[in-house]
């Protein structure tokens, strides 16, 4: 099974993977450290300095401050950890080489971001959120209502960072996931994901929409000339959609179709005729229910692909058994036979020589059977040359080149020798090249034939430079030179140039 990722990694993948490696036994650790320190240090501080100017002007600012980031230093430093352990406790031990079920795992990375996020973002707005207004509003005499508001423009701003960090932490667990991915069972079913595409692009749109409102409510209310404002609302607007509102956007687009390219991929290679390939269950959203089918029908056109190989595989097998049986057969017994013949024809030709007529005629019956021997050895040779079976690929092809019409030269640096079913596909596709080159490639062509192993496999090549005649003018001969290649699991084209020559190129697994 192969499970397509693409041929480059998107960058922000790209710095995940790199890291991935060296970090590895604490990877868990290492991300919950660094997204708590990106939260304690840039993203609560941004939420206090962009509510301030929402309370109005007050005392005691600098003691809110203090109390959000001790605030902010428990929920990082107790409930964040605490909420995100548990879940996160197959990834650790699977990292750590413990035994855990894959499955379990996968759950662990895909279901359970979301769910901690969840917890931690509610502890951010009630836990953070509620200490620091109930200080800066007493100075500033909020009332109930006050009080409530400023809560849920705060939570407007907590929220929209926790999806943020939902889509960050699914980044962050690719690797795992690309690691975990071939362990997965076959029958393996994610099952539905609440965190569904269209749920998944509207949380998108609300948190950059709430966001970007608060953030230019702030800073519009930081000003009390209307020109001013109109121009802070607008210059807001659009750095808050380039900053953190496009960001989340890049995110989401990113996930959706990145997955949407893998689908592609597979589509294509499985068309080019790779149907090992498998696309990766990612998220249990919509998609997955894409890669899942996808898998399915690759699966099946596996199997039959795997039939069909075998299938030929079965009947060029049977071909060369029986191609070997009548080589043993011409040689064994029509050729022992008129050799026989032959002997007593001399016999016969030795005592008959004062008779001339007689003697003349015997020894004309002798070289027929002499000439009937030739012609058996060539015809035997033909049908499964005994070179094959005693010395191999290379040694049978120099054979043949030497008797073709065609003056053929044989490059072949010492691949040695490969199965017997390889080796009689080559073989014969090489065969009939040769003899399609003699009968069209014109009287002063020559042939090349090329042998080399690259990259576990056995290339072979047949060239030559005559007149070059399409494949379709050249009969039967090369659809059966595919079926056999393929049989053994290799693949052949067939390429001419009008007055350039014609070149069969193909492989077979080495």
């Avoid at 041929?7 to 590895?24: G, M, N």
């Avoid at 400023?150 to 943020?164: M, R």
């Amino acid at each position: 099974m192969v499970t397509v990722l693409g041929e480059e990694l998107p960058w922000i993948d790209s710095v995940f993977q790199r890291a991935y490696p060296r970090i590895r036994g604490r990877y868990v650790a290492t991300w919950l450290f660094v997204s708590g320190g990106g939260i304690l240090f840039l993203a609560w501080p941004a939420q206090f300095l962009t509510l301030q100017p929402l309370w109005g002007p007050g005392a005691h600012d600098t003691r809110a401050f203090v109390v959000t980031m001790l605030c902010g230093v428990v929920i990082t430093g107790v409930l964040m950890p605490w909420a995100a352990l548990g879940p996160f406790r197959p990834i650790v031990r699977f990292l750590r080489g413990d035994p855990v079920d894959p499955a379990d795992v996968w759950h662990a990375a895909v279901r359970q971001v979301p769910r901690v996020s969840m917890v931690s973002t509610t502890s951010y707005c009630l836990v953070g959120n509620i200490p620091l207004l109930l200080v800066v509003g007493g100075p500033r005499g909020f009332t109930l209502l006050d009080y409530l508001s400023g809560w849920l423009v705060a939570c407007l701003i907590t929220a929209p960072a926790g999806f943020f960090f939902v889509l960050i932490w699914e980044v962050a667990f690719r690797p795992v996931l690309r690691e975990i991915q071939p362990l997965l069972p076959a029958d393996f079913d994610p099952d539905k994901s609440w965190l569904t595409l269209a749920r998944r692009s509207a949380l998108a749109s609300a948190s950059a929409m709430a966001y970007t409102g608060v953030a230019v409510s702030s800073l519009v209310a930081a000003t009390g000339d209307r020109e001013i404002a109109l121009a802070i609302a607008v210059l807001a607007t659009l750095g808050s959609a380039a900053t953190f509102g496009g960001v989340i956007t890049a995110l989401v687009s990113h996930s959706i179709f990145m997955r949407v390219d893998e689908l592609k991929m597979a589509l294509v290679r499985i068309g080019d005729g790779e149907p090992g390939v498998r696309v990766a269950v990612r998220a249990g959203d919509e998609l997955d229910d894409a890669a899942m089918s996808l898998n399915r029908m690759a699966e099946r056109l596996e199997a039959d692909d795997a039939a069909l190989r075998a299938s030929r595989a079965r009947l060029a097998s049977v071909a060369d058994g029986e191609r070997q049986r009548m080589e043993r057969d011409l040689r064994r017994r029509v050729l022992v036979r008129l050799q026989r013949i032959g002997a007593e024809v001399g016999e016969v030709e030795a005592r008959l020589v004062d008779e001339p007529d007689l003697h003349k005629l015997s020894r004309r019956a002798r070289e027929s059977v002499a000439a009937a021997e030739v012609e058996i050895q060539r015809l035997a040779r033909g049908v499964y040359p005994e070179e094959l079976t005693v010395a191999g690929l290379e040694a049978a092809l120099s054979a043949t080149a030497e008797r073709m019409a065609v003056p053929t030269v044989l490059r072949s640096p010492g691949v040695g020798r490969l199965d017997h079913a390889r080796e009689s596909a080559v073989y014969f596709c090489c065969n009939e090249a040769l003899q399609n080159a003699a009968k069209h490639a014109g009287d002063t062509a020559t042939a090349t034939v090329t042998l080399a192993r690259e990259q576990g496999r056995l290339r072979f090549e047949v060239a030559d430079d005559g007149c070059g005649v399409e494949s379709d003018a050249q009969g039967r001969g090369m659809d059966n030179m595919r079926d056999r290649v393929r049989a053994v699991g290799g693949d052949l084209t067939i390429a001419y140039r009008p007055g350039g020559g014609t070149t069969v190129d193909g492989w077979v697994p080495a």
